[in-house]
């Protein structure tokens, strides 16, 4: 009997310029990260990220959230065309929608996202200047397992950047951008291996639940 493991799929979604697809593309094409690709959607057409999509040979699809009268048409179509692919896992990537539970229910437990700030500090926007207002020693970002609470669902790991006195929010916003591209494809790989799950509204680590997310500086 053969023992081979099937390697896991995941569907992207993006909606801008697709630097943490771009992470997950690397990490694949040097090995560090057995996964495949099957789709990259966007809501937006023009969006920089589908360039590095077709480079990778990876399909695109784009469903525009504006063709529909309102968000739970819109994610009942996204879930129409995301399960042509049967994906294993969903990887929110700066898609800048949010998202019913028309979609998280329909993928529950399998949808990742990352919000940069330190959940549970600041959901929402303007993470990077509400922690320079409030003169925080540490900014970062969050890979969490995506729920019907906005930025609210379980923590896997967070990453971790000192906040200097002469940051802007966009020079801030740089360095946490350089962390996620890091610790997002590790949360990836957990959830890949079997390692990382999802079960009864919390996360759990090699059958232990996590109290508190996995650490990265």
């Known amino acids: 009997m053969s023992n081979t493991r099937i390697r896991k799929s995941a569907a992207v979604l993006i909606s801008g310029s697709g630097t943490n697809l771009q992470s997950f593309i690397n990490k694949m094409q040097s090995g560090e990260l057995d996964l495949d690709i099957a789709v990259v959607l966007s809501n ?100 969490h397992f995506a729920t019907r609470e906005l930025d609210g669902g379980p923590r896997i790991i967070q990453g971790r950047v000192r906040v200097e006195t002469d940051d802007t929010p966009n020079i801030l916003a740089a360095r946490v951008l350089e962390v996620e591209h890091q610790i997002y494809p590790m949360a990836a790989a957990l959830y890949t291996t079997g390692r990382l799950k999802y079960r009864g509204g919390a996360a759990y680590l090699d059958g232990n639940k996590l109290k508190e997310p996995i650490q990265f500086s």
Do not use: Q
């Open 44 to 143: 937006k057409p023009n969006a920089p990220g589908i360039e590095r999509a077709k480079k990778a040979r990876i399909p695109v699809e784009c469903v525009e959230h504006g063709d529909y009268a309102n968000r739970e048409l819109f994610d009942a179509a996204l879930n129409n065309t995301l399960d042509r692919y049967t994906p294993d896992l969903v990887i929110l990537a700066g898609f800048m929608r949010i998202l019913t539970p028309v979609f998280i229910e329909h993928f529950e437990g399998r949808v990742l996202n990352i919000h940069p700030s330190l959940l549970p500090k600041y959901p929402g926007l303007d993470t990077h200047r509400r922690a320079i207002d409030a003169d925080d020693e540490w900014a970062g970002s969050t890979v």
